[in-house]
């Protein structure tokens, strides 16, 4: 059974800051890598970061380079995403994924295995 639950998400204002967490447990745990997507309504589903879970290699788009950082914590089998400097345009439905085999584009929504609930940010002007 894999399970990925994430937390953290709500009402900021611009230039303000989120951190997510992507609590994940069963299958999940021996993925390889995990990452961050986000959706907005009639868009479809963008990716925003991941990391390898083992090495901590790390990946981001590129709207979200050099503000949006994502680690992890392996004693306590958790992802996050720390959002700085938020924007309007960051206002998504942020889902976290188990990408469980290695190979291919971590960009890639297809590649991902397993999908947690979502949870929402928005960010005000």
């Known amino acids: 059974q894999a399970q990925l639950v994430e937390s953290g998400g709500g009402l900021v204002q611009a230039g303000g800051s989120l951190r997510l967490s992507c609590a994940f447990s069963?299958?999940?745990?021996?993925?390889?890598?995990m990452g961050w997507f986000r959706q907005c309504p009639g868009k479809e589903r963008e990716f925003v970061a991941a990391i390898r879970l083992s090495g901590g290699s790390t990946y981001y788009a590129d709207s979200v380079k050099g503000r949006f950082t994502i680690s992890r914590d392996s004693t306590k089998n958790t992802v996050y995403l720390q959002m700085n400097s938020l924007k309007p345009e960051d206002t998504a439905v942020y889902y976290c994924?188990?990408?469980?085999?290695?190979?291919?584009?971590?960009?890639?929504?297809?590649?991902?295995?397993?999908w947690g609930q979502g949870t929402q940010v928005t960010v005000s002007s």
């Open positions: 069963g299958r999940t745990a021996s993925s390889h890598a």
């Open positions: 994924a188990a990408k469980y085999y290695y190979g291919g584009s971590y960009s890639e929504a297809f590649r991902y295995d397993y």
